[in-house]
């Protein structure tokens, strides 16, 4: 491809191209130096004309008549070259203690080699897609090491996101792996997957109220003990009481006594019920399981009582006694499809962040001996991170993401954030997701963000995200052994995240016979 320019460091080169070649960025090279040989990546290429680079050539005009005389100009391409690593076959090791030569050869890096460097480390692997310049040499990342090190998923909209989070999801369950996706646009809601032996379950989020702590309940009324000292202190009180009588199945008897409806095992009716008993006899009642206060604070007591009221009537789908577990859905080859699209912000918070503590404490549990069942490892994938794990926020999920993060590679539990707004997530977790899938970003902020949270990322590599296309991205950390740029293949899955087809859309509306009385009817007479 050309030499070697003078001017060589251990980090970085520069290229002098053959006449004809035109090297193109992302593209690796291997640069011969005696009995050492290097392999380099393409960061950025110029090209120029040695007949036009007068200083004094500043009008347009002056380029013609130099083109008339010569027709043809003498054009020169140079490249910057990072060093990645030296080669000792196929394996590589760090870069060079000292700088290359300068006329060392140049050369395109061989599909051998970089197929071997590609391929997965240990049989079988996760097939992403292909070089972005080298459509002939197939990219595998590790799966080990997105479990134990976890992955984010970054780009702007339409950039292939969720492409590439179903190409990834699809390739686990093909290994026999257990996957669980929090859904918050209903984009993957039953999505069918194209492997053997994979299968994909799509459920509406339900939460049993008895396994709820006193903390997520009151997270659920829109409490805390900050916030609202005395409503804090009698929902615990309520809560503690209603458990006790729970085990003594005597809290069927309150909430039929209250007048409410609930199930007598349905932990939140019985909490309801005390609340209401208690206000209705205006804290003197003798009995032990009713709350006792002062005048003062009835309308602690009252507010308490309206805020059990709306989130009982409000959550009615998704608080059902005896549900079971979010977790109790997984299984080895499975991936289960949390659709949280109807839910508002605050109740998906609670959804997502129980549901990943239960997984912690389940996967600790069965670590740990315990008699209790769960596949394992399980890869956790977040949808629109930057809403349920934001930077400027403290959320449930903030809480259990950054748990999942610090604890889950040691009892098998990986997590994958994806989000087209890299600034709007936590930094703290972010920076702990080691490995990450970067497509298109264009916000300079964004880019900024995404440098200073990734520690395999180089300044080169973010000068291309502005600039990738649909599908392509930037790949970094240990879950392939050099940074890349790719191409995301194709996934076959079906989904409901693809964007709309505005045109055909409307003509299959025009064409509908019945347009008008829908209209009418929809919007009443």
């Known amino acids: 491809m050309g030499k070697v320019a003078p001017g060589t460091t251990p980090l970085s080169v520069q290229m002098v191209a053959y006449e004809g070649v035109i090297p193109r960025v992302g593209e690796y090279v291997i640069l011969e130096d005696g009995d050492v040989r290097v392999l380099g990546m393409i960061t950025d290429v110029i090209m120029g004309a040695s007949e036009l680079e007068r200083e004094d050539l500043l009008q347009a005009n002056y380029y013609d008549k130099i083109l008339k005389l010569i027709e043809r100009p003498s054009n020169w391409i140079k490249a910057s070259i990072k060093m990645i690593g030296v080669l000792d076959g196929s394996n590589i090791s760090g870069t060079p203690k000292i700088p290359v030569s300068p006329a060392a050869d140049v050369k395109r890096a061989p599909t051998n080699i970089l197929t071997e460097i590609f391929k997965p480390n240990d049989g079988d692997g996760i097939r992403i897609g292909s070089l972005m310049t080298r459509d002939d040499v197939d990219v595998y990342l590790d799966p080990d090491e997105i479990l134990s090190r976890h992955l984010a998923i970054l780009a702007v909209t339409g950039a292939g996101k969720s492409n590439t989070v179903a190409v990834i999801l699809e390739e686990i369950l093909r290994l026999g792996g257990v996957a669980l996706l929090f859904d918050v646009h209903s984009e993957y809601s039953n999505m069918s997957l194209d492997c053997d032996g994979c299968y994909v379950e799509t459920i509406q989020p339900e939460i049993d109220p008895l396994t709820l702590s006193i903390d997520e309940v009151a997270k659920l009324i829109g409490i805390s003990y900050e916030s609202a000292a005395k409503m804090y202190i009698f929902l615990k009180r309520a809560h503690k009481n209603a458990k006790n009588l729970l085990m003594r199945e005597e809290l069927g008897d309150y909430i039929r006594r209250a007048g409410i409806d609930g199930d007598p095992q349905d932990l939140l009716a019985g909490i309801h019920a005390i609340v209401k008993l208690s206000a209705d006899e205006e804290g003197g009642s003798d009995d032990e399981n009713l709350l006792r206060y002062e005048y003062r604070d009835?309308?602690?007591?009252?507010?308490?009582?309206?805020?059990?009221?709306?989130?009982?009537?409000?959550?009615?789908?998704?608080?059902?006694?005896?549900?079971?577990?979010?977790?109790?859905?997984?299984?080895?080859?499975?991936?289960?499809?949390?659709?949280?699209?109807?839910?508002?912000?605050?109740?998906?918070?609670?959804?997502?962040?129980?549901?990943?503590?239960?997984?912690?404490?389940?996967?600790?549990?069965?670590?740990m001996g315990s008699d209790v069942w769960m596949p394992i490892p399980v890869l956790s994938v977040i949808e629109e991170a930057h809403i349920l794990v934001p930077s400027m926020m403290d959320t449930y999920t903030n809480y259990a993401a950054s748990k999942i993060a610090r604890e889950g590679r040691k009892f098998g539990i990986g997590l994958c954030l994806v989000s087209q707004r890299p600034k709007g997530i936590n930094t703290d977790i972010l920076s702990q997701m080691v490995n990450k899938i970067i497509l298109r970003v264009i916000e300079p902020e964004d880019q900024a963000y995404i440098r200073r949270a990734t520690e395999f990322l180089s300044e080169d590599m973010v000068k291309y995200l502005p600039s990738l296309d649909i599908g392509e991205a930037v790949v970094v950390g240990p879950m392939l052994k050099i940074p890349a740029l790719i191409k995301v293949r194709l996934s076959k899955a079906k989904r409901r995240g693809e964007s709309l087809k505005a045109r055909e859309l409307w003509k299959r509306g025009i064409e509908r016979k019945d347009f008008r009385d829908d209209y009418y009817s929809a919007i009443g007479d």
């Open 298 to 367: 009835r309308e602690s007591i009252l507010s308490l009582l309206a805020r059990l009221e709306h989130v009982r009537e409000r959550y009615s789908r998704v608080l059902v006694s005896r549900a079971g577990e979010i977790v109790d859905h997984l299984n080895y080859g499975k991936l289960v499809v949390v659709d949280l699209g109807q839910l508002d912000t605050e109740l998906t918070d609670i959804v997502v962040g129980k549901t990943l503590l239960t997984l912690l404490d389940r996967a600790k549990k069965r670590r």
